[in-house]
C-alpha cells in the first residue's frame, strides 16, 4: 500500500503562505537532494486547485533536470468541485465529493508514495479520514507574523515524530504521523 505523504515549508511561527518570499534564502544543495529524493520516491502528485494552478503554470515550461523531468512526468490528480478541464500532461480531475474514494483506491495501488506540497483543505479531509501518512515540516528559521497556519484554527489531532534532518542553513524537516 502506498504512503501519502505532504511536504509543507513553514516558517517558525507556524505560516505556509508565499514560501517563495521567505524560503529561497535557505535553499542550499542539501535541500535540493531531499527535495529531489522525495519527489524520485513518489509516482503520484496530488493536489487541490490553488496548488494546481500554481504548479500547472510553472513546471510544463520546465525541464532538462531530474525534478522538472519526473514532475512533468508523473501521474497528477487534482482534487476540486470547479476545474472541467486539466491542461497539464497526466493530469487527472478528482470531484471534491469522490475524495475519499478515489484517494482510498489510489492508495491501495502498488507503486511509489503519493505526495502533496502544502497544507490546507486536501491535507485536513485526508488526515480527517485517516488517509495521511505523513507530515514532513520543512521549517524555516524566519518569522513571517502572518498567513495560513499549517492547521486550521480549532483543529486537534496528536502526532509521533518520525523523523528530523536539519540543514546547514537551518531548515529542518520534522517527520510527523498521525496517530
Known amino acids: 500500500m502506498r504512503k501519502i505523504i505532504t511536504s509543507t515549508f513553514v516558517s517558525l511561527d507556524g505560516f505556509i503562505d508565499n514560501p517563495h518570499l521567505w524560503s529561497l534564502n535557505y535553499w542550499n544543495d542539501e535541500a535540493a537532494r531531499v527535495a529531489l529524493d522525495q519527489l524520485l520516491g513518489s509516482d503520484i502528485l496530488l493536489m487541490g486547485r490553488a496548488t494546481y494552478d500554481g504548479f500547472a503554470d510553472s513546471w510544463p515550461n520546465r525541464s532538462g533536470d531530474p525534478f522538472s523531468d519526473h514532475i512533468n512526468a508523473m501521474d497528477k490528480y487534482v482534487v476540486t468541485s470547479t476545474l472541467e478541464k486539466a491542461d497539464w500532461d497526466?493530469?487527472?480531475?478528482?470531484?471534491?465529493?469522490?475524495?475519499?474514494?478515489?484517494?482510498t483506491r489510489l492508495k491501495e495501488q502498488d507503486g511509489g508514495d503519493i505526495l502533496i506540497y502544502g497544507c490546507g483543505r486536501l491535507t485536513d479531509a485526508l488526515r480527517e479520514n485517516g488517509l495521511l501518512d505523513e507530515y514532513r515540516l520543512w521549517i524555516h528559521p524566519v518569522v513571517i507574523g502572518e498567513g495560513q497556519r499549517v492547521f486550521a484554527e480549532g483543529t486537534k489531532a496528536t502526532?509521533?515524530?518520525?523523523?528530523?534532518?536539519?540543514?546547514e542553513s537551518g531548515v529542518t524537516i520534522l517527520t510527523y504521523k498521525p496517530v
Open 90 to 103: 497526466n493530469t487527472t480531475i478528482i470531484p471534491g465529493d469522490d475524495l475519499v474514494a478515489e484517494v
Open 159 to 167: 502526532f509521533t515524530l518520525a523523523g528530523s534532518e536539519t540543514f
